[in-house]
C-alpha cells in the first residue's frame, strides 16, 4: 500500500514535521516489539516487568528481562526507516523527533536530536543515591547490580509504568507536535499514554497526521491517513517525496 496524493503534496510541502516512534520502527532491526506475538518474554506484559514495584519485588527478574533486551541490542543495527529519518532531519527546517523506545537506534542510525520519552536502556541509576551507571547488567550470580558507591540497587534509567515523564521532554515534544503541519506516527500500538496522545495533540492543531503500521492500531481511526506496511519500506519511500521539493541538506547549519 503506498502514500495517497494528499499524502506526498503534504510530505511534499511541510515545513514543520514532528514525528513519533515505537517499538514496529526496530522490528526491521530485530529488536522484539513489546506487544508481538513473538519473543520468550511474551508471556510477560510490559506493564508487569516494566514497573518500580515489580522492580523491588524482584529485581533480579526485572534485570533478567533488561539484560536480555541489552544483549540483543549489541547485535542489531539502524534499519533504513532510522536512516531516512535522520535525513529528514536534515532537510527539514523545523524536524522533532520524538521516540517511545529506549534502544539509542535513532542515535546510532543518525539523528542528532532525539527525544526520549521513555528513557535509554544504556543508562542506568542507583536508587538510592542516584549515582549513574553506564553498561550495567545482571551479575554472574544473576543478581541485579548494586551500587559501588552505597551498595544501593541499580535501575535501568527508564520510564516504568507509574512514573512520570521527563518533563522538559515531554513538553517540547508536545509543543513540536501542536505547530506542525505533518505529524508522522510509525511504529507504535498507540496504546501507551501519554506518549500516545501526541498525534491526537497535532490533529487537533490540524496538522496531517501520517500513520506507518503493519496493521491498523488504536489510533488509526483518529488519524488522516493509515499506510499499512513496513516502516523499512515506507519511510524511505516517505523521504524520497520530501526531496521532490527540497535541495539536499538545505537545512544544514
Ligand atoms: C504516566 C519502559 C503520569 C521502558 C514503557 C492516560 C494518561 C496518562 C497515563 C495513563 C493514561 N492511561 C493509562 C495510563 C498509565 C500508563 C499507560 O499508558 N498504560 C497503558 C498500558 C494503558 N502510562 C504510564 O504509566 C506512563 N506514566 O502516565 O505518568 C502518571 C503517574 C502516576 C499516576 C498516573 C499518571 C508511563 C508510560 C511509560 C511506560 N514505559 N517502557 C522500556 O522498558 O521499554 S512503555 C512501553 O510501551 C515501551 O516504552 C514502548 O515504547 C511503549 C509503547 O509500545 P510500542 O512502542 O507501541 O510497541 P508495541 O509492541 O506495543 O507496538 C509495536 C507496533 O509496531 C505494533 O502496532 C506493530 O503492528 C507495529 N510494527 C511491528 N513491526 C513493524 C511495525 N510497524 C511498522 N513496520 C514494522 N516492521
Ligand atoms: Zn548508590
Known amino acids: 500500500m503506498t502514500i495517497s496524493a494528499k499524502g506526498i503534496s503534504v510530505l511534499e510541502s511541510a515545513a514543520s514535521v514532528c514525528v513519533l516512534t515505537g517499538a514496529g520502527i526496530s522490528a526491521e532491526s530485530g529488536v522484539p516489539t513489546f506487544r508481538g506475538k513473538e519473543g520468550l518474554w511474551s508471556k510477560?506484559?510490559?506493564e508487569e516487568l516494566a514497573n518500580?514495584?515489580?522492580f523491588i519485588n524482584n529485581p533480579d527478574l526485572v534485570w533478567e528481562w533488561?539484560?536480555?533486551r541489552k544483549n540483543v541490542m549489541k547485535d542489531v543495527k539502524p534499519n533504513p526507516a532510522h536512516l531516512a529519518l535522520a535525513e529528514m532531519e536534515r532537510i527539514v527546517e523545523d524536524f522533532t523527533l520524538v521516540t517511545q523506545n529506549v534502544d539509542n537506534l535513532h542515535q546510532r542510525g543518525g539523528s542528532r536530536n532525539v527525544y526520549e520519552l521513555h528513557g535509554n536502556i544504556e543508562r542506568s541509576y542507583c536508587i538510592d543515591c542516584r549515582r549513574p551507571e553506564q553498561n550495567v547488567m545482571l551479575d554472574e550470580q544473576g543478581k541485579a547490580p548494586r551500587c559501588k558507591s552505597c551498595g544501593g540497587l541499580i535501575?535501568?534509567?527508564v520510564v516504568w509504568f507509574g512514573e512520570l515523564l521527563p518533563y522538559e521532554t515531554f513538553q517540547m515534544g508536545a509543543a513540536a507536535a501542536a505547530r506542525c503541519d505533518?505529524?508522522?506516527l510509525i511504529g507504535t500500538s498507540g496504546?501507551?499514554?501519554?506518549a500516545a496522545s501526541l498525534p491526537l495533540v497535532a490533529r487537533d492543531h490540524g496538522a496531517y497526521v501520517l500513520e506507518v503500521n503493519q496493521e491498523y492500531t488504536d489510533l488509526s481511526s483518529r488519524v488522516s491517513e493509515t499506510i499499512v506496511g513496513k516502516?523499512?519500506?515506507i519511510v524511505p519511500e516517505m523521504l524520497a517525496s520530501m526531496k521532490n521539493t527540497r535541495?539536499?541538506?538545505t537545512n544544514s547549519e
Not at 191 to 194: D, L
Open 44 to 46: 510477560f506484559k510490559p
Open 52 to 54: 518500580f514495584r515489580a
Open 66 to 68: 533488561y539484560t536480555y
Open 155 to 157: 535501575r535501568p534509567d
Open 182 to 184: 505533518l505529524f508522522l
Open 191 to 194: 496504546i501507551v499514554y501519554p
Open 231 to 233: 516502516a523499512g519500506v
Open 247 to 249: 535541495k539536499r541538506g
